[in-house]
């Protein structure tokens, strides 16, 4: 597997690489390590990681970054020639061009893991004439390579539609069974028990997670807190990720000023520390804006909440709408507008029942329709027909 962040570990990566490992594959993941803070090699639930260490780069669009990403693909080539696989599992378009090319060279197939539609990724960070004409070449590169992919593997039908590849395999980013233990449904939650940071005032926690920024409904939180504390309600609020950039946080600060002691900055959690985060909370918040790429799919952290039985503040988009009211799992509002949000967060702070049935059913619906292990006998299939194909 080719992957061009540090696997630290990213969790769609680590699902799958473990599910293969269970299922007899030999697997190493090939991964970049921007910034040399992880070991270079490890052993780890039964595959390998080895991580490129020699080209120091940040993250983003810009152009130093495009500069150090071919010097990361022919690190990655060295690597490739020495480990031989019969499949190569490229994540990401900015790993398909050297895995697509040294597999063709090789004979072997390669499948196109799309987390995202990387050209509808890549629209709001290149602007101007020079951007159109880059975002245009990105479009016609990862149509034409991901057509000429065995395979392409991507997370929900919406993103499926988007390539013209034979065989498309849609495997959603569920959450594994394992992933969070079960709430004590039998006893009130301690931060609504216990009152909030303001003296006789209504308490509770909320909880986001995820990158942090304005298109993923930070400031539309920030300013329905600031309307619940008009009221008199005063819920903290727990931020487990990282921002996007300086002007995102700084954006975020000033729609809460006042309310600042309110937010807990918990940062970056490893995957495995997410649950243990999320189950204390109250209501979970995936309030994102009606852009294109977050309209149509379906959030990760919608899931993981639904995992650890949290009744859920989620924008009225189509797909969200499809699991949210058939699962019963939780209150769909706009997004754009912060009465609404504040109003839908109140009345689950207010109906401590009502909010504990709404997580129970998302949990049922979690345990029966979305887990990885609903899905992972796709991927398996998938790799027993083209291993046998890499290796003739």
Same mark, same amino acid.
């Given at each position: 597997?080719?992957?061009?962040?540090?696997?630290?570990?990213?969790?769609?990566?680590?699902?799958?690489?473990?599910?293969?490992?269970? *299922?007899?594959?030999?697997?190493?993941?090939?991964?970049?390590?921007?910034?040399?803070?992880?070991?270079?090699? @490890?052993?780890?639930?039964?595959?390998?990681?080895? %991580?490129?260490?020699?080209?120091?780069?940040?993250?983003?669009? *810009?152009? %130093?970054?495009?500069?150090?990403?071919?010097?990361?693909?022919?690190?990655?080539?060295?690597?490739?020639?020495?480990?031989?696989?019969?499949?190569?599992?490229?994540?990401?378009?900015?790993?398909?061009?050297?895995?697509?090319?040294?597999?063709?060279?090789?004979?072997?197939?390669?499948?196109?893991?799309?987390?995202?539609?990387?050209?509808?990724?890549?629209?709001?960070?290149?602007?101007?004439?020079?951007?159109?004409?880059?975002?245009?070449?990105?479009?016609? =590169? @990862?149509?034409?390579?991901?057509? +000429?992919?065995?395979?392409?593997?991507?997370?929900?039908?919406?993103?499926?539609?988007?390539?013209?590849?034979?065989?498309? #395999?849609?495997?959603?980013?569920?959450?594994?069974? @394992?992933?969070?233990?079960?709430?004590?449904?039998?006893?009130?939650?301690?931060?609504?028990?216990?009152?909030?940071?303001?003296?006789?005032?209504?308490?509770?926690?909320?909880?986001?997670?995820?990158?942090?920024?304005?298109?993923?409904?930070?400031?539309?939180? =920030?300013?329905?807190?600031? +309307?619940?504390?008009?009221?008199?309600?005063? &819920?903290?609020?727990?931020?487990?990720?990282?921002?996007?950039?300086?002007?995102?946080?700084?954006? !975020?600060?000033?729609?809460?000023?006042?309310?600042?002691?309110?937010?807990?900055?918990?940062?970056?959690?490893? !995957?495995?520390?997410? &649950?243990?985060?999320?189950?204390?909370?109250?209501?979970?918040?995936?309030?994102?804006?009606?852009?294109?790429?977050?309209?149509?799919?379906?959030?990760?952290?919608?899931? @993981?909440?639904?995992?650890?039985?949290?009744?859920?503040?989620?924008?009225?988009?189509?797909?969200?709408?499809?699991?949210?009211?058939? =699962?019963?799992?939780?209150?769909?509002?706009?997004?754009?507008?912060?009465?609404? #949000?504040?109003?839908?967060?109140?009345?689950?702070?207010?109906?401590?029942?009502?909010?504990?049935?709404?997580?129970?059913?998302?949990?049922?619906?979690?345990?029966?329709?979305?887990?990885?292990?609903?899905?992972?006998?796709?991927?398996?299939?998938?790799?027993?027909?083209?291993? +046998?194909?890499?290796? %003739?």
């Amino acid at each position: 597997m080719l992957l061009s962040n540090a696997f630290r570990p990213d969790p769609r990566v680590l699902k799958e690489a473990r599910s293969l490992a269970r *299922g007899g594959y030999d697997v190493t993941v090939v991964a970049w390590d921007r910034e040399g803070k992880h070991l270079a090699q @490890e052993q780890t639930e039964g595959f390998a990681v080895q %991580r490129v260490q020699d080209v120091r780069s940040s993250y983003g669009a *810009g152009i %130093r970054q495009a500069l150090r990403l071919p010097r990361f693909w022919l690190h990655a080539w060295r690597r490739l020639n020495v480990l031989q696989p019969a499949v190569l599992h490229c994540h990401d378009f900015d790993t398909l061009p050297p895995g697509w090319l040294w597999a063709k060279l090789h004979r072997r197939p390669v499948i196109y893991d799309a987390h995202e539609y990387y050209t509808e990724l890549q629209r709001p960070r290149l602007r101007g004439l020079v951007g159109k004409v880059l975002l245009a070449l990105i479009g016609a =590169a @990862e149509q034409g390579l991901s057509r +000429r992919a065995a395979a392409v593997v991507t997370v929900d039908e919406r993103i499926a539609s988007r390539y013209r590849n034979r065989r498309v #395999v849609v495997i959603g980013h569920y959450p594994p069974l @394992e992933f969070a233990p079960r709430r004590n449904e039998d006893s009130p939650s301690p931060s609504l028990s216990l009152g909030g940071r303001g003296a006789g005032t209504p308490g509770g926690m909320l909880v986001y997670t995820g990158r942090f920024s304005t298109d993923r409904g930070l400031v539309v939180i =920030a300013q329905a807190l600031q +309307r619940l504390a008009a009221q008199g309600l005063r &819920p903290r609020l727990r931020l487990l990720g990282a921002w996007t950039s300086q002007t995102e946080e700084q954006a !975020f600060w000033r729609a809460m000023a006042g309310l600042e002691q309110q937010v807990e900055m918990a940062g970056w959690v490893a !995957f495995e520390q997410v &649950p243990a985060q999320l189950i204390e909370a109250d209501v979970a918040l995936a309030v994102l804006q009606p852009i294109e790429r977050y309209v149509a799919a379906l959030p990760v952290k919608l899931f @993981e909440y639904m995992a650890c039985g949290l009744p859920v503040v989620i924008s009225d988009f189509p797909a969200n709408r499809a699991v949210v009211a058939g =699962a019963d799992c939780g209150l769909l509002v706009d997004p754009a507008n912060v009465d609404a #949000v504040a109003a839908a967060i109140a009345r689950l702070l207010a109906d401590p029942t009502e909010a504990r049935r709404l997580g129970q059913n998302g949990r049922r619906a979690f345990q029966t329709e979305y887990n990885w292990q609903a899905l992972e006998q796709k991927l398996l299939a998938l790799y027993e027909e083209l291993s +046998r194909q890499g290796n %003739r």
